[in-house]
């Protein structure tokens, strides 16, 4: 069980939800200790952060008062996202936060967050920071690959690019799902970015970005994948 104080959408941090609650160690304590309470004692549960909500002393103060009770709480680890709240996604993640918290607290597993683009960053921050694992989050969009490219480096494969068939097989599923869960209309217009985000692994880009821009049904997504992605035709029987 994941509890996300990270979050740093405005409309989220609105709500007193996310981020927000880095302002409020008392507060992100007292949810940390129902989470805890409720969730069965064999369920591991983990916490997600920001390294501060602003660049303040007080904030910073804040995120030290927040990490310290998640393991005194029993939490199993932190995942840190080194910029924060108010930077939003701005400016460069600050790996130095990480390696320093991770010097500072050797024997508390801290998983870290942010610039996390390629394969090779995963391996670069561990590298660099010590962290105990890595969290990738938009760097997986479009490029699901990420994980099964980490999983064969650290078996000493040899590293692979999704084929053109298997790329069209994850965007057709993609898109099926986001069907199931919004409707066609709403996936129509949903889908656009994330097909222009796995362009980046086909050889002529700009022409899959140019195509799916018109995206707005599942005929159109359909005859996008048909003509781009060349393999036997996909069909919605």
Not at 85 to 102: A, C, H, M, N
Not at 170 to 178: A, D, E
Not at 190 to 199: E, T, W, Y
């Amino acid at each position: 069980m994941d509890v996300n104080l990270a979050c740093p959408v405005k409309k989220i941090d609105r709500k007193s939800r996310g981020g927000h609650w880095l302002r409020d160690p008392e507060g992100a304590t007292a949810i940390l200790k129902a989470v805890r309470a409720a969730v069965p004692a064999h369920i591991p549960c983990t916490v997600k952060l920001r390294r501060a909500y602003d660049d303040t002393p007080e904030m910073a103060r804040n995120f030290e008062v927040i990490f310290a009770r998640a393991y005194e709480l029993g939490y199993a680890w932190t995942t840190v996202h080194a910029r924060t709240v108010e930077q939003k996604y701005i400016g460069p993640s600050r790996w130095t936060f990480l390696k320093d918290l991770v010097a500072r607290h050797p024997d508390k597993p801290v998983f870290g967050s942010g610039d996390v683009w390629e394969v090779g960053d995963i391996f670069r921050m561990i590298a660099y920071a010590g962290v105990s694992g890595v969290s990738v989050a938009r760097g997986c969009i479009g490029n699901p690959w990420i994980f099964r490219q980490a999983r064969d480096l650290l078996a000493g494969r040899p590293l692979t690019q999704p084929t053109l068939a298997q790329q069209r097989e994850v965007l057709w599923q993609h898109f099926g799902l986001s069907v199931a869960i919004n409707g066609e209309k709403a996936a129509g217009k949903l889908m656009r970015k994330f097909g222009i985000k796995f362009a980046q692994h086909h050889p002529t880009p700009e022409a899959v970005k140019a195509r799916m821009v018109l995206v707005n049904s599942t005929a159109d997504w359909l005859a996008a994948l048909n003509d781009l992605y060349p393999a036997p035709a996909l069909t919605t029987a």
